[in-house]
């Protein structure tokens, strides 16, 4: 089956720095990524679309300045946390749609980021 | 605003009780998928019922759909200590062919006892 994979898979920064998180396809190629955000004991909230060789399409209420989106293959995105705030910590899931008739989409496993 | 309500939002059943868990949302769908959630994890496509479709079955799952008053149901059959876990439904929207922007519920936390 479709596997999709995140690095790190959890993550300690320091306030301030920033952070790189990776979503790789690694049995299908991926030309929409998404990246959603989930609080502890929240659902998750769709952040931006990803899409390979475009810029990202940010939803309502989320920075692109501050989580810069880079689809530069078909099979990488990453999510950068610029300047990171301890408010930032979250868990932070990527999905990726596959290319062909059903377009299912796969999850990866998350990356759990800390700012302290 | 999430599209998706779900409820209950806790749900606590001893082994082999069905568990049912219902979802609401509020525009127009093409799809609508149920995803589990073990604490921490990432999440694991349970099963996608389409507009168009009414119910679905994948081994102890059952889905129904009932699109005139926007609402879903899961079924858990036979439930195990290891259904324990969040249960959230996605709708994907009307209008175009990506399944991928979804939208979420809030999820129901179900608690099996063995």
């Known amino acids: 089956g479709a596997v999709v994979s995140q690095h790190p898979s959890w993550v300690i920064c320091k306030s301030g720095t920033s952070v790189k998180i990776e979503c790789r396809s690694l049995?299908?190629?991926?030309?929409?990524m998404f990246w959603y955000r989930q609080f502890p004991k929240q659902s998750l909230m769709l952040m931006a679309t990803?899409?390979?060789?475009?810029?990202?399409?940010?939803e309502q209420g989320v920075e692109k300045d501050k989580f810069l989106i880079n689809h530069a293959s078909l099979t990488l995105s990453t999510l950068t946390v610029t300047s990171a705030h301890p408010e930032d910590s979250s868990f932070y899931i990527c999905?990726?749609?596959?290319?062909?008739?059903?377009?299912?989409?796969?999850f990866g496993p998350g990356t759990r980021l800390t700012v302290t | 605003s999430q599209q998706g309500e779900e409820d209950p939002q806790a749900l606590s059943i001893q082994e082999g009780e069905n568990a049912t868990m219902n979802c609401s949302y509020k525009?127009?769908?093409?799809?609508l998928q149920w995803y589990r959630q073990n604490s921490g994890r990432g999440l694991v496509h349970l099963i996608l019922i389409r507009s168009n479709e009414r119910e679905k079955h994948s081994g102890r799952l059952r889905v129904t759909l009932d699109t005139s008053k926007k609402s879903s149901s899961l079924l858990i059959t036979a439930s195990r200590a290891a259904d324990t876990a969040s249960y959230f439904c996605?709708?994907?929207?009307?209008?175009?062919?990506?399944?991928?922007?979804?939208?979420f519920g809030q999820g129901t936390i179900l608690t099996v006892h063995p």
């Open positions: 999905s990726a749609e596959g290319i062909g008739g059903g377009r299912e989409q796969y």
């Open positions: 049995d299908f190629q991926a030309t929409t």
């Open positions: 996605a709708t994907g929207p009307a209008g175009g062919t990506s399944y991928g922007k979804l939208t």
């Open positions: 525009t127009s769908i093409n799809n």
């Open positions: 990803s899409n390979e060789g475009s810029k990202a399409t940010y």
